[in-house]
């Protein structure tokens, strides 16, 4: 608690008026604590069911193994093309579902008429599990990099294009009607109009696109035989290295959590005035 001088409306003299901090280092440290404890006592829980009769008949190594192993790896030239492998199917996907889902769902969402006769297709197609379309994907690509991105950018691009849809329904005509008094440039329209406002209703299908794509990336190395994480989860697997297999299970969710934050970094950089920004600042 702090206090402020401020001068009274009758008297000019001044009076000290208490003043709440902003709490915002004490948050962040609770929020820290919190997450740190959350992991540990995961933690925790996986070793105590790593000494379990079920656990040791299936051989599941406890987290310190897991992690050793992890360790080990990151000096192997094979783990860095495996994880390589992987960001490239991701990254690729991903980029593909923004140039497709994007303009596709502004150009639908501009026109009601395109809106209501797509809108049984869109739901009809997002509704088919991504993991079902594999096969297809095998027959016409094989187990490559090719087939994952495939299916990868099958599952990403349906939040992008609804969220897209969405954005170009409630645009705010007034808006636009302010940058053409204004006299607005097209470059300064898009900086200042079009894209703060799009990119409020992009941004959480720009979020969901990058999990699903990144969790369907590995299934489809899995199932599919692709060459990246999910094959070399596979690999493990079939040879009976549980010890190896985690430890790519731990690589796979670091690279979620590094992705996770870069992406929450954007947000703040990005949408830094959208009113749930300002309330977390």
Do not use: C
Not at 83 to 93: M, Q, R
Not at 114 to 126: E, H, N, P, Q, V
Not at 231 to 236: F, N, P, T, V, Y
Not at 261 to 276: D, F, G, Y
């Amino acid at each position: 608690m702090t206090h402020q001088a401020t001068p009274l409306a009758a008297s000019g003299q001044q009076v000290s008026v208490p003043v709440r901090a902003r709490p915002a280092r004490r948050t962040w440290g609770r929020e820290l604590a919190s997450q740190v404890g959350a992991v540990i006592a995961a933690l925790v829980l996986w070793h105590m069911f790593s000494l379990t009769d079920i656990a040791q008949k299936a051989a599941m190594p406890a987290p310190l193994e897991s992690f050793v192993r992890f360790a080990e790896l990151l000096v192997t030239a094979s783990f860095w093309t495996t994880i390589g492998s992987t960001l490239f199917s991701w990254s690729v996907a991903l980029l593909l579902s923004l140039v497709i889902g994007i303009p596709l769902g502004m150009l639908i969402g501009r026109s009601r008429r395109a809106a209501d006769s797509g809108k049984f297709l869109i739901d009809f197609l997002r509704t088919i599990p991504s993991l079902a379309i594999i096969p297809l994907a095998l027959l016409l690509l094989g187990p490559s990099n090719g087939m994952v991105v495939m299916v990868a950018t099958f599952t990403a691009v349906w939040p992008v294009l609804i969220q897209a849809m969405y954005s170009a329904e409630h645009s705010d005509p007034v808006l636009s009607r302010v940058a053409q008094s204004f006299r607005l440039t097209l470059g300064d329209r898009i900086r200042y109009v079009l894209a703060p406002e799009f990119l409020a209703f992009f941004w959480p299908g720009v979020r969901m696109a990058v999990t699903a794509s990144l969790l369907v990336t590995v299934g489809a190395e899995l199932i599919g035989g692709a060459p990246g994480i999910g094959r070399a989860i596979q690999d493990s697997l079939l040879v009976n290295e549980q010890v190896t297999m985690f430890a790519y299970v731990i690589a796979a969710a670091l690279i979620g959590l590094a992705i996770n934050a870069v992406l929450m970094l954007l947000q703040r950089k990005l949408l830094w005035w959208h009113p749930s920004m300002r309330k977390e600042q």
